[in-house]
């Protein structure tokens, strides 16, 4: 949100319509309402809002009503004004006001006043001090004139002046004693215009609380100092990648329990995981959604690093549970010598053929070609 200082466009096309009457005797009813720093106003204003209008003892909405002054020339320039207004034993914040047209349909908009900081009152009247404007006195007896940049100093009811042009070479004009026009003024230099090429030229901070257009032609953006950066829409990556230098991690912090969560569209959510070559690389794909999964794979804590076996073995679990020291016995079964009997060959797990269990054991095993009966001699 900002407040900019300006007259607004609305009312620039409504003097045109006759809308406005600022005339002392039978014109129009012309309010000031002051704001927070809150608001958005600005040229773009057209009509009193209360979105952010201050609140506070003494202060009532719609602000005060400014004493017209029947409007005037200054040689080739028609000005108006309005008597001073004070915001009596009133305790606010203010930050700019709007002036507006009460009797108008819809209190349309005349011009935004930017205070340049925050002015307080408390338990006593609103006074602005130390606020910023442009000027221009016009000395039209002695042909001498200046604009410039002015800072109001309420103890003093006084303006210090900043000299942007004069007709004292740019400095500082010493006019003598009589009436002069002094008004509010944008000098030439300080508006912003297109050259022959619709370009823009502007030495400092571009301030404002929305763009319009795609911004496909920005170049130059600093989002370097925005240092909580939030997206209005989704983030398109128009086929380029987020990445890293000076080979730091990428992150994602998802706040509190929240988790992060790769969707489903066409196909399941799955992560694809490259070689450094980026020419191949293996995925890791949820379960479809017809099988309503919900569960969760947690990695091991310890012992140490392990790789996940291939999707290509038939294993069954309960064989899996065999080999990981299950107990249970089955039915019983005849063993042929062509069966496969698992061995730990040395830290390896093999499958041998049971005629190689019978050769190691030797006489150990009854075979067919053995004798049916034992007889012992007892003495």
Known sequence: MAISQAMCTSFKKELLEGKHNFLNSGGNTFKLALYTSSASLGAGTTAYTTSNEVSGTNYTAKGGTLTRVDPSTSGTTALTDFSDLTFSNVTLTARGALIFNEDTTGDTSVCVLDFGADKSASSGDFTSNSDTTYYAIVDNTNGAFEVGLGTFTASGTTLAR????????????????????????????????????????????????????????????????????????????????????????LELAPNGTGKVVVKGNDNQGAIKLNCEANSHGQTIIAAPHSESANNTLTLPSTGGDARLVSTASTATTAEINLLDG??????????????????????????????????????????????????????
């Open 326 to 379: 299950d107990t249970s016995v089955g039915s019983s079964i005849t063993i042929a010598d062509s069966d496969g009997i698992i061995v730990n060959d040395g830290g390896t797990m093999k499958s041998v053929p049971a005629s190689d269990i019978k050769t190691y054991a030797g006489s150990g095993f009854a075979t067919t070609d053995d004798a049916t009966a034992l007889a012992i001699a007892l003495g």
């Open 162 to 249: 900043s000299v942007i042009a004069s007709s004292n070479s740019n400095n500082l004009v010493d006019f003598g004693a009589g009436t002069k026009d002094v008004f509010i003024t944008v000098p030439a230099s300080k508006i912003v215009v297109e050259d022959g090429s619709n370009n823009v030229a502007i030495g400092g901070t571009v301030t404002a609380t929305a763009f319009s257009g795609s911004g496909a032609s920005l170049t130059g953006v600093d989002v370097v100092n925005d240092t909580s950066p939030q997206l209005g829409g989704n983030l398109d990556m128009n086929g380029n990648d987020i990445v890293t230098t000076s080979n730091a991690d």
